[in-house]
């Protein structure tokens, strides 16, 4: 038998598609054909653990429902600039949307005087958002509505970012 003499393995991401997803790897050995596959299948991704919908959208409003499952959990809850979070990569970075979000409590506590927890907290809720309005919105202008779990004492997320892109 063939002998593998080290292996290097990178962690993957959790999946939160919809949908499955395979990777094929091949591997190389001197003399041997053809190459030996193998396929790795990742499972149709859990639920986010904060659901955004889209109710409607004026030209001065956009109203959304905010459904955690965990009714008891504190969560930030924030509407973005679209063009900001597309442009600077926060779309489909959790890591980096945090660290964004973690310099605004820290600029809002200096600003007002107070503390990087009780900032964040002013962009917190728990529960369901019913009908939740955001006014002051510009027709013709792309926005992000984004949910995570936080606790304001570690001052760490404790889910994955939900996105909702609204055009």
């Known amino acids: 038998g063939l002998t593998i003499a080290e292996v290097e393995l990178e962690s993957v991401d959790e999946s939160y598609e919809k949908e499955e997803r395979t990777s094929r790897i091949e591997l190389l050995y001197p003399g041997v054909y053809p190459n030996p596959t193998i396929t790795v299948k990742q499972a149709i991704g859990k639920e986010y653990s904060i ?3 889209f109710i409607s959208a004026t030209a001065t409003t956009i109203t959304l429902d905010v459904i955690p499952k965990d009714k008891s959990m504190p969560y930030v809850f924030i509407l973005g600039n679209g063009k900001y979070i597309l442009e600077n990569g926060l779309m489909e970075n959790d890591s980096a949307l945090w660290a964004s979000d973690m310099e605004v409590f820290e600029s809002f506590a200096a600003a007002f005087g107070g503390n990087v927890s009780n900032a964040a907290k002013a962009f917190m809720y728990v529960g369901e958002l019913k009908s939740h309005t955001f006014t002051g919105v ?7 509505a984004y949910a995570y779990g936080f606790d304001t004492e570690t001052m760490q997320p404790t889910t994955e970012v939900s996105r909702l892109l609204i055009k």
């Open 138 to 144: 510009s027709s013709n202008t792309e926005y992000v």
């Open 51 to 53: 659901k955004l919908d």
